[in-house]
């Protein structure tokens, strides 16, 4: 049975022009990059162009950009830092963060740090009102974390605006970019942002490797202690494939963005399109139709007998798709996301996610499909 993988938010196949790049360093340049002989220093060259080559495209500096194993593991080092390093002693963040964050916040919170909730909008926006009066009633630093795109609903944030609101209260920015980072152009030198994260396996280059942006106006202590990696900031051996692969990703999604941006977002509208055609009651999460992520639709099905089944059915027929993010199996019941924007328990939530290999001859046979089994 031939597959059909509509869940590119969670993950993406690997580019295979990406893997021709990373096998010569999984083969001959198998140096440690911390070695000082030629095999070592052949690997140490692999990771600084690659580093140069991100930095280029985000428009950072190299010495602004730190590899580590993904997404997690960078917000992780920018939350904790923050309250460790920066001064912060209250956190700001939203109720529909990726558990990266979430977890992070709350625990910090029972170890005694302030956190507060910005409010939502009806459609899944942060009230940017509420951001501000939360940040001018902050008696202390803040940290604000707030998610550039969100990975269950596409809702994107507008971040020069969250940048300024912080730079007014002289607060800390942290954006989870996993989601935008090899989906988007970003001016880093022209955003008001202290951290952001990216994670490879998100725009079609391999797992467990991703990045932290540090703005080079702050100053952090390291999160993982250990040898002398990534300028002291990132003990551990360096994931040299990974991080090859990560550039080589970026690169590639950097010189088609155009094409593939708006052959996604095509393909994204007719899927809703043909959804409300064949489906009697669909409705759709998040801001569909205004300030969304392209890759992402999040469709909601009247609760029925069968609407329940719906993702066991899907796969059962080769159709993948999820009810969240990919820490959240099965219904939407599982989903922080749809609980936070909507109170309607009558309804289950698709989230259907698409990428630069997908088609509209897929999105037909899953809207078939779909007529059957709602
Ligand atoms: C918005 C968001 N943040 C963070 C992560 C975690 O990234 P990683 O899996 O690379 O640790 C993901 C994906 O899983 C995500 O979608």
């Known amino acids: 049975m031939e597959r059909i993988y509509f869940d590119n938010a969670a993950t993406t196949s690997l580019d295979p022009v990406v893997l021709e790049a990373m096998l ?72 529909i963060e990726h558990h990266a964050t979430l977890h992070s916040v709350e625990h910090l919170h029972h170890q005694g740090v302030t956190l507060s909730f910005v409010k939502l ?77 990216g994670a490879g396996h998100k725009f079609h280059g391999p797992k467990g490797v991703g990045i932290l942006y540090i703005n080079e106006n702050v100053k952090i202590t390291p999160f993982i202690q250990g040898g002398s990696q990534e300028r002291n900031m990132r003990a551990g051996t360096e994931n040299l494939y990974g991080i090859i692969g990560f550039a080589k990703a970026l690169e590639l999604a950097t010189a088609h963005h155009e094409e593939h941006s708006k052959h996604i977002n095509d393909l994204r509208m007719y899927m809703a399109e043909q959804l409300q055609q064949h489906i009697p009651g669909v409705t759709f999460n ?11 639709l999040n469709a909601s099905f009247p609760k029925t007998e069968k609407s329940e089944m719906i993702l066991f059915n899907l796969d059962i027929n080769g159709i ?39 088609t509209k001859a897929e999105v037909d046979t899953v809207i078939a499909k779909l007529k059957e089994l709602i």
């Open 286 to 296: 998040g801001d569909l139709y205004g300030r969304s992520l392209y890759t992402v």
């Open 121 to 197: 909008l009806p459609d899944g926006h942060v009230d940017l009102e509420n951001l501000r009066e939360l940040l001018a009633g902050s008696k202390e630093r803040s940290l604000v974390t707030l998610m550039h795109a969100n990975n269950e609903i596409g809702n994107l944030l507008d971040i020069q605006a969250v940048g300024t609101l912080c730079k007014e209260f002289d607060a800390i920015f942290h954006s989870d970019t996993v989601q935008t980072v090899g989906h988007y152009p970003f001016d880093l030198r022209n955003t008001p942002v202290h951290f952001i994260t």
């Open 24 to 95: 010569p360093y999984m083969t001959e340049k198998f140096g440690n990059p911390s070695s000082i002989y030629s095999y070592g220093r052949e690997s140490r060259l692999g990771i600084e162009n690659a580093r140069k080559s991100v930095a280029k495209i985000l428009n950072a500096h190299p010495g602004e950009i730190f590899f580590t194993s993904g997404g997690t593991e960078a917000s992780n080092t920018a939350i904790n830092a923050a309250i460790r390093d920066l001064g912060c002693k209250h956190i700001i963040s939203s109720p």
């Open 320 to 358: 993948c798709a999820s009810g969240g993010s990919a820490c959240t199996s099965g219904a939407n019941a599982g989903s922080h996301v749809i609980r936070a924007i909507t109170s309607n328990p009558n309804q289950i939530a698709v989230r259907f996610s698409f990428s630069k290999y997908n």
